[in-house]
């Protein structure tokens, strides 16, 4: 790749600035952005209070959260032993078996470890030192099987509860063993696995195995008594959307009125996202129309995603009308929606109503994000605005705002086919400087950008040497 000379890349990057110059006469002052009809200062005086002089003591550590720093068993028990002759204060079993597990203790010593102490104090043993050694036997299933720790814990007096069949199926989903944890629901604990752990299984399969799977395991889990509802159909259909698979979505959805459930706000904000996701913009209002028509209420998710949806589709004047329906509603546009507008006036190339938008957006009180700076900067870039833009890359400058790696691409491709090189390489040096990319990907995206501008010079040259 051709470098330029120090001299030339040392040059500053000369940014024409937003603010108007001295000479020009200064603005009135803007006035603060209204406030909703409901709002009201609040009446009551500020309580004042003293300053703390001194600063207030740290916490103390959890206890014997760092005592044992070797996973052998032996070294554990003559270190509990020491300590037990060492005090007569009570010692917290569970904090001590907790302990043992982190140092990298295998289940089976910890389970030896917990009979030991176990038989110096008889007391000692608790449901709390039994969910330690069944949350370390989940993330070692291999080591030692955690159904048997339940007939430990009944003969203690502690039989496994929901907190129990919680504990197990979090720590085998984590340890990768979700054939396990469905072992375990259909087995030892369905009497006892509550609606919360039977959803969150069933929202990690949907993730992470196909949905005929799926649905497989739902049928073995009916019937043991635990049945799907709204919440597992809500997460079958986000799981099926997530996967573009919008037909599935659309029967279960009738399933699940066949169930008896009634779709909620959060499960249409999963639908509406999905035809995003796939390209059928348009379809969101429709989806929109329906939940009016069923009686349920849009919230701020719903207008964002239905306000982007439009504007993807291009679809902008219906898009702008809902600002004033959601203001209308009690939903005042966040950054999120005035993002979501700027990105669709720049896909149809309007980049400066987009700009204009952005200062609307800051007299409304809405305070502007990377994201929406990036989609302006991407957007005049495309639509070779490039004086504004370069206007906009020195607003995020004081900001310290950084640059995404599409947008970094399209601006030193912009900057090097306007010939200015030594404002591409400033660019450069300031993503590395903010840490916007890795050294590779932005040395990548300007190597790539310089070698199109030298291959477009060679063919210009040759084509004026051609004879006519």
């Known amino acids: 790749m051709g470098k330029l000379s120090p001299s030339l890349r040392s040059a500053r990057f000369l940014v024409p600035s937003l603010k108007p110059s001295p000479s020009s006469p200064s603005p009135p002052p803007s006035k603060s952005p209204s406030k909703p009809s409901f709002y009201r200062p609040s009446l009551r005086k500020p309580i004042k209070t003293a300053k703390r002089t001194t600063p207030l003591p740290a916490p103390p550590p959890p206890p014997h959260q760092h005592l044992f720093r070797s996973p052998i068993l032996s070294d554990a028990i003559s270190t509990f032993d020491s300590l037990a002759a060492a005090t007569t204060a009570p010692l917290d079993p569970s904090s001590l078996l907790q302990s043992f597990c982190n140092a990298g203790a295998s289940p089976s010593d910890a389970l030896s470890f917990f009979r030991h102490i176990s038989s110096s104090s008889p007391s000692a043993s608790g449901r709390a030192a039994f969910h330690v050694l069944l949350g370390h036997s989940c993330l070692h299933p291999s080591a030692l099987d955690p159904s048997s720790l339940f007939d430990l814990m009944s003969d203690a007096g502690f039989p496994p509860d929901a907190a129990s069949a919680d504990l197990a199926v979090r720590a085998l989903c984590s340890a990768d063993c979700l054939d396990d944890a469905c072992a375990l629901l259909r087995g030892p604990l369905s009497a006892v696995a509550d609606r919360f752990t039977y959803n969150f299984l069933i929202r990690r399969l949907a993730r992470y195995r196909p949905i005929s799977s799926v649905y497989v395991v739902i049928d073995k889990l009916s019937s043991v008594g635990l049945k799907p509802d709204l919440v597992t159909y809500t997460n079958l259909i986000d799981a099926v959307c997530r996967g573009r698979n919008l037909r599935e979505a659309t029967r279960l959805l009738a399933m699940l009125g066949d169930a008896g459930f009634k779709p909620d706000c959060y499960l249409y904000n999963v639908i509406m996202k999905g ?27 719903t207008y964002n995603t239905l306000v982007y949806g439009l504007s993807k589709a291009g679809m902008l004047a219906q898009a702008k009308k809902f600002l004033n329906v959601m203001v209308d509603m009690g939903h005042f546009p966040d950054v999120v929606t005035y993002t979501s507008l700027m990105s669709g006036m720049c896909r149809k190339g309007d980049a400066l109503a987009a700009l204009k938008l952005l200062g609307e957006m800051e007299e409304k009180g809405c305070t502007p994000n990377d994201c929406t ?44 086919r306007a010939n200015k090189i030594a404002e591409a390489y400033e ?23 310089l070698k199109w501008l030298k291959r477009g010079k060679v063919y210009l040259f040759t084509c004026m040497a051609l004879p006519p």
């Open 275 to 301: 035809y995003c996701m796939v390209d059928q913009c348009g379809e969101v209002m429709e989806v929109y129309n329906r939940m009016k028509d069923e009686g349920v209420e849009p919230d701020l998710v």
């Open 373 to 416: 700076y990036n989609t302006l900067l991407m957007g005049l870039c495309k639509a070779k605005c490039l004086d504004q833009g370069m206007q906009l890359y020195g607003e995020m400058i004081s900001k310290a705002m950084k640059l995404e790696n599409a947008t970094y691409a399209t601006f030193v491709r912009a900057l090097c």
């Open 427 to 449: 660019v450069f040096d300031y993503v590395i400087e903010s840490k916007s990319l890795t050294d590779v990907s932005a040395y990548t995206a300007l190597e790539n950008s």
